[in-house]
């Protein structure tokens, strides 16, 4: 191995794979939970920023089956699938869909909307059409070589049918005459591009207005395609059971590029009423996050809304891989992150002989530290201050002060134990005999919901960092997010090839990474993602309420002495409080759909059992603001007035404004 051998350098790899690589690098445990992708009907792949949705309609690309087939490796689809499908599709970033907007200002106000709606549909249209003629020809060409999936889905481009097709695509209604010089599929494709490129010059003020035949052309979104699909089929040109999947790519953008140009939702509503269609001639797949969808499924020029289960299905990768008290309602994360980072290390060229652990990365990064262990490391063979002894009985310090030198994590749980039955306020009386008095199997519950936050104090006492480490950790800070996982393996390598001799690399093939180095990566790799917040919408907006909320939680665990919120890293809203509208409310959702807060709804302990709502910090975001990760026992209860006048005093005055105190509903919930 040599200095700048980081398998997991390149975190976004799916638009660069060859399909040869896509298949040593794609994992079949997505696509095993993903049944309705290859199903009939619309299908909306959602998820959060890395968590591959890109690659899971990737799998669908005729490329990428010619290579499993040629590789001779399983198609990682369902049992019993329809093989019979070719799929074209449009990725809107690298299409760059964001330029049909470049001259909308031109037109008349009242006519805008209509305008880029129309436009819209059309380049959408004539692009699609264009991949599907290409993956045609393409397929065509293959099969010429070598018969390569030609008994699933064999493409007949003899001359006869192929000029038969010709004659009756062009005479269709659709095309206002667009393609009457077409004489084959060849032609159709070299005239489809035309029209692709004018639209590309005029965008980009190459022309100044769009020639009259296309103006006076514009198809309806989704009609021109459906109407190639059914003759395709028709003419025997592809088998008369094949689907056509239209694949569309990065829809987010289409949600970024209506704030941005403040042309409301037109461009989502226009794919809203394709999927609206129901056309059985053709199935869309749309590849998604959360915010672009949930926001708007309004469709256009109707004012209805789509209805799910009818108009579409949905996959839900963040979902698919969430940990359920049901095991069987998804998939396990671990496994995931496991044969991702297999796969990466083997298309590295590591090589993967005598294994002595089961995992793969336990035998990278070893077991995660156990808290007595971590505390031990803290700790070293340094003395407690004598304030942490103050208000105790002569037995109670001198029984502190020895468990403190062999087990300082429990000596610690025993102080805040004691915090809490008020010894230290009300004066009273230990026993002579202080070891009966803390029964650790009576308590196992109650110290197991305060080790994390007891380590973090602990290691902020002794002015250490906060030690992440091992493959659970590596794992559960990922929050089920394959982008994630990668960010850290790729900081954690680095910062052992950064500190490891030439002469080490060399002999070495899979390394066993200490525990100093993965705290360091894990320490950028938190960072990184906490930077990355400034990215995308609202994203110095985000930034600040996650600072505010992160260095919230850090300060109520440092001030919380007696252990007594342990849960106190996420905060808790009335459900009916947040189903209203405001700006602190805004910036929740916001943080929420782009990843940075994990949200679900709880069960409240409060007497008036209302229905509410919990949000954490994405668990990546936790070292960075040295918190624990591990959600255990009640939120901070609190209502909306009292966050934002919380938020705003971190905004305008700072880290020492936050208020920590628990508020009096926080006090009968737990009492005193």
């Given at each position: 191995?040599?200095?700048?051998?980081?398998?997991?350098?390149?975190?976004?790899?799916?638009?660069?794979?060859?399909?040869?690589?896509?298949?040593?690098?794609?994992?079949?445990?997505?696509?095993?939970?993903?049944?309705?992708?290859?199903?009939?009907g619309?299908?909306?792949?959602?998820?959060?920023?890395?968590?591959?949705?890109?690659?899971?309609?990737?799998?669908?690309?005729?490329?990428?089956?010619?290579?499993?087939?040629?590789?001779?490796?399983?198609?990682?689809?369902?049992?019993?699938?329809?093989?019979?499908?070719?799929?074209?599709?449009?990725?809107l970033i690298?299409?760059?869909?964001?330029?049909?907007?470049?001259?909308?200002?031109?037109?008349?106000?009242?006519?805008?909307?209509?305008?880029?709606?129309?436009?819209?549909?059309?380049?959408?249209?004539?692009?699609?059409?264009?991949?599907?003629?290409?993956?045609?020809?393409?397929?065509?060409?293959?099969?010429?070589?070598?018969?390569?999936?030609?008994?699933?889905?064999?493409?007949?481009?003899?001359?006869?049918?192929?000029?038969?097709?010709?004659?009756?695509?062009?005479?269709?209604?659709?095309?206002?005459?667009?393609?009457?010089?077409?004489?084959?599929?060849?032609?159709?494709?070299?005239?489809?591009?035309?029209?692709?490129?004018?639209?590309?010059?005029?965008?980009?003020?190459?022309?100044?207005?769009?020639?009259?035949?296309?103006?006076?052309?514009?198809?309806?979104?989704?009609?021109?395609?459906?109407?190639?699909?059914?003759?395709?089929?028709?003419?025997?040109?592809?088998?008369?059971?094949?689907?056509?999947?239209?694949?569309?790519?990065?829809?987010?953008?289409?949600?970024?590029?209506?704030?941005?140009?403040?042309?409301?939702?037109?461009?989502?509503?226009?794919?809203?009423?394709?999927?609206?269609?129901?056309?059985?001639?053709?199935?869309?797949?749309?590849?998604?996050?959360?915010?672009?969808?949930?926001?708007?499924?309004?469709i256009?020029?109707?004012?209805?809304?789509?209805?799910?289960?009818?108009?579409?299905?949905?996959?839900?990768?963040?979902?698919?891989?969430?940990?359920?008290?049901?095991?069987?309602?998804?998939?396990?994360?671990?496994?995931?992150?496991?044969?991702?980072?297999?796969?990466?290390?083997?298309?590295?060229?590591?090589?993967?002989?005598?294994?002595?652990?089961?995992?793969?990365?336990?035998?990278?990064?070893?077991?995660?530290?156990?808290?007595?262990?971590?505390a031990?490391?803290?700790?070293?063979?340094?003395?407690?201050?004598?304030s942490?002894?103050?208000?105790?009985?002569?037995?109670?310090?001198?029984?502190?002060?020895?468990?403190?030198s062999?087990?300082?994590?429990?000596?610690?749980?025993?102080?805040?134990?004691?915090?809490?039955?008020q010894?230290?306020?009300?004066?009273i009386?230990?026993?002579?005999?202080?070891?009966?008095?803390?029964?650790?199997?009576?308590?196992?519950?109650?110290?197991?919901?305060?080790?994390?936050?007891?380590?973090?104090?602990?290691?902020?006492?002794?002015?250490?960092?906060?030690?992440?480490?091992?493959?659970?950790?590596?794992?559960?800070?990922?929050?089920?997010?394959?982008?994630?996982?990668?960010?850290?393996?790729?900081?954690?390598?680095?910062?052992?090839?950064?500190?490891?001799?030439?002469?080490?690399?060399?002999?070495?093939?899979?390394?066993?990474?200490?525990?100093?180095?993965q705290?360091?990566?894990?320490?950028?790799?938190?960072?990184?993602?906490?930077?990355?917040?400034?990215?995308?919408?609202d994203g110095?907006?985000r930034?600040?309420?996650?600072?505010?909320?992160?260095?919230?939680?850090?300060?109520?665990?440092?001030?919380?002495?007696?252990?007594?919120?342990?849960?106190?890293?996420?905060?808790?809203?009335?459900?009916?409080?947040?189903d209203?509208?405001?700006?602190?409310?805004?910036?929740?959702?916001?943080?929420?759909d782009?990843?940075?807060?994990?949200?679900?709804?709880?069960?409240?302990?409060?007497?008036?059992?209302?229905?509410?709502?919990?949000?954490y910090?994405?668990?990546?975001?936790?070292?960075?603001?040295?918190?624990?990760?591990?959600?255990?026992?009640?939120?901070?209860?609190?209502?909306?007035?009292?966050?934002?006048?919380?938020?705003?005093?971190?905004?305008?005055?700072?880290?020492d404004?936050?208020?920590?105190?628990?508020k009096?509903?926080?006090?009968?919930?737990?009492?005193?």
């Open positions: 191995m040599k200095k700048f051998d980081n398998p997991f350098h390149d975190l976004w790899v799916t638009e660069i794979l060859s399909p040869i690589e896509f298949v040593s690098m794609f994992s079949p445990i997505v696509a095993s939970h993903a049944e309705d992708l290859f199903g009939t619309n299908v909306i792949v959602k998820g959060r920023q890395g968590s591959g949705k890109s690659m899971l309609l990737g799998l669908l690309s005729t490329k990428t089956r010619i290579a499993y087939e040629r590789a001779k490796q399983t198609y990682p689809a369902p049992q019993g699938y329809n093989k019979k499908f070719i799929s074209a599709g449009i990725h690298k299409d760059n869909l964001r330029i049909v907007s470049s001259r909308i200002d031109e037109k008349k106000e009242n006519s805008r909307k209509e305008w880029a709606a129309a436009t819209f549909s059309d380049y959408m249209n004539y692009l699609l059409l264009s991949d599907l003629i290409s993956n045609i020809l393409y397929l065509h060409d293959e099969q010429l070589e070598d018969g390569v999936l030609k008994d699933v889905i064999k493409v007949n481009l003899s001359d006869s049918k192929n000029k038969s097709f010709s004659l009756f695509i062009k005479k269709q209604e659709v095309w206002e005459g667009y393609l009457d010089s077409c004489l084959s599929l060849e032609e159709i494709g070299d005239r489809v591009k035309e029209r692709i490129s004018t639209y590309r010059r005029f965008f980009n003020f190459n022309c100044d207005v769009l020639p009259s035949e296309i103006e006076g052309s514009k198809t309806l979104i989704g009609e021109p395609v459906a109407v190639f699909a059914d003759a395709l089929r028709k003419f025997e040109i592809l088998p008369a059971e094949t689907q056509v999947l239209l694949r569309i790519d990065q829809h987010e953008e289409l949600y970024e590029l209506e704030k941005s140009t403040g042309h409301a939702d037109v461009y989502r509503e226009v794919i809203n009423r394709a999927l609206a269609m129901r056309d059985g001639r053709v199935s869309y797949r749309v590849g998604t996050r959360h915010y672009a969808w949930r926001n708007n499924i309004k256009w020029g109707s004012g209805a809304f789509l209805e799910n289960m009818r108009d579409y299905t949905t996959i839900d990768i963040d979902y698919i891989f969430k940990r359920h008290e049901n095991s069987s309602l998804g998939a396990s994360f671990d496994d995931f992150a496991e044969d991702v980072f297999i796969r990466r290390l083997k298309s590295y060229g590591v090589v993967l002989n005598e294994i002595k652990n089961e995992s793969i990365l336990s035998e990278v990064f070893g077991n995660t530290l156990k808290p007595r262990e971590r031990q490391r803290y700790v070293g063979s340094k003395a407690l201050k004598e942490f002894y103050t208000g105790l009985s002569k037995e109670w310090c001198l029984y502190l002060k020895e468990l403190w062999i087990n300082p994590l429990e000596a610690w749980l025993i102080r805040a134990w004691l915090e809490q039955r010894q230290v306020k009300d004066n009386k230990a026993s002579a005999f202080p070891e009966s008095e803390f029964d650790k199997s009576v308590k196992k519950y109650w110290i197991k919901e305060r080790n994390e936050a007891a380590l973090v104090q602990i290691a902020g006492e002794m002015k250490e960092m906060v030690l992440w480490s091992g493959k659970r950790h590596i794992v559960d800070l990922s929050g089920w997010n394959i982008l994630a996982f990668m960010t850290i393996c790729r900081a954690v390598w680095a910062a052992w090839l950064r500190s490891t001799p030439d002469e080490v690399l060399s002999s070495t093939t899979l390394p066993s990474i200490g525990v100093d180095k705290v360091i990566g894990i320490y950028e790799a938190s960072r990184i993602w906490a930077e990355k917040l400034k990215e995308g919408a110095d907006r930034y600040e309420f996650i600072s505010f909320l992160g260095s919230w939680f850090s300060k109520k665990l440092r001030n919380d002495k007696a252990l007594s919120n342990p849960g106190h890293t996420g905060f808790s809203l009335l459900k009916h409080e947040f209203r509208s405001s700006d602190i409310n805004y910036l929740i959702k916001s943080c929420r782009q990843g940075d807060l994990i949200e679900s709804e709880h069960t409240t302990k409060t007497k008036d059992g209302l229905l509410r709502m919990k949000w910090l994405n668990p990546l975001l936790c070292p960075y603001f040295r918190i624990p990760h591990v959600r255990t026992k009640e939120p901070i209860y609190i209502n909306r007035n009292e966050l934002e006048l919380n938020f705003s005093a971190f905004v305008h005055k700072g880290d404004s936050i208020l920590v105190d628990r009096p509903f926080q006090n009968d919930l737990f009492g005193d």
